[in-house]
């Protein structure tokens, strides 16, 4: 970072590319004081200041519900698409595969994910675009006055709406066994990790699923709830200590054999974790589901970065698009010549 100069004694502090954070910032959000989806925009504001991106870089995605207002709270400058509710996976493949060169952030909830976009959320993740997806996961639908989401813990009883008598869907589970190559989970109380986490997931090259515990202060605020602030405080246990560095940063790391281990992403950057007391391999796809079954049974919140696969094939790779996005080329250039089309007629009628 920087400072640059201006006309009196006032400096302002300006990351490698020029910008503040405050180009970085959206308009003031209208969600409820302590609302952990404000954590969470502040943290991604951060994440895309310090990684020195560009907001008009950067296309936003969401559906319906009090997650997916999260949009309008960060990156103004950046094109933002505001979807029905469980259609973002959608929305972001067109948008996406239209121009590739584009970086894709996508909120979502856990109503709008784990309910009517379940479908979607499964084919996105099998299909490896290249979209960082959030889940602000805090167990109730807020915008429609604190009914049970799909993500409630079975037994939770809440004001006017009883009882909860289904098991909850775990979407970092969801997203294991979907295939996600990047997935992740944090806690909105955690800002540190969650900056980290997004710094990471915006230069995998593949699809990138946070599940991020989001407490709602209005409706499951009630102290013994596994969405709620004070247990994510008190349950939270970390798989390692995570720090992103860009490929551009030398790093610099003192440590003992065997106490860090490297993740390098496609672009050679990398992904440095620090064992907190357990040998953990983030690469292998067993291991993270073993460790997220051993954290229900328990009862515990396991956060950081669950499961990596940074050699897999993104859908852009897939279909070897051309350098030159989708929505840029020519007439000309998307038209084959009469001579071809010709061609494949009669190969076809042979």
Known sequence: MSEQALPTDVRVVVNSIGLTKADYRGNPSTLCQGCGHNSISSQIIAACYELNLYPEEIVKFSGIGCSSKSLFYFLNRS????????????????ALFADHTLRGIGVSGDGDTASIGMGQFKHLLRRNMRLVYIVENNGVYGLTKGQFSATADQGLELKSHGINPYMPIDIAWEALVGHATFVARSFAGDPKQVKELIKAALNHNGVAVLDIISPCVTFNNVDHATHSYAWGKNHETALHELSYVPRAEEILLEYDEGETREVELHDGSVILLRKL?????????????????????????????????????????????????LNRLKENQLRPPQETLAELNRVFQA
């Open 277 to 325: 007391g357990r040998d953990y391999d983030p690469t292998n796809r067993e291991a993270a589901i073993k460790v997220l079954e051993e954290a229900n049974s328990c009862h515990c919140l396991i956060t950081g970065l669950i499961y990596i696969d940074p050699n897999q094939p993104s859908m852009w790779d897939i279909f070897q698009l051309t350098d030159t996005p």
């Open 79 to 94: 094109f933002g698409f505001n979807g029905l509710h469980g259609r973002m996976p959608s929305l972001a493949t067109g």
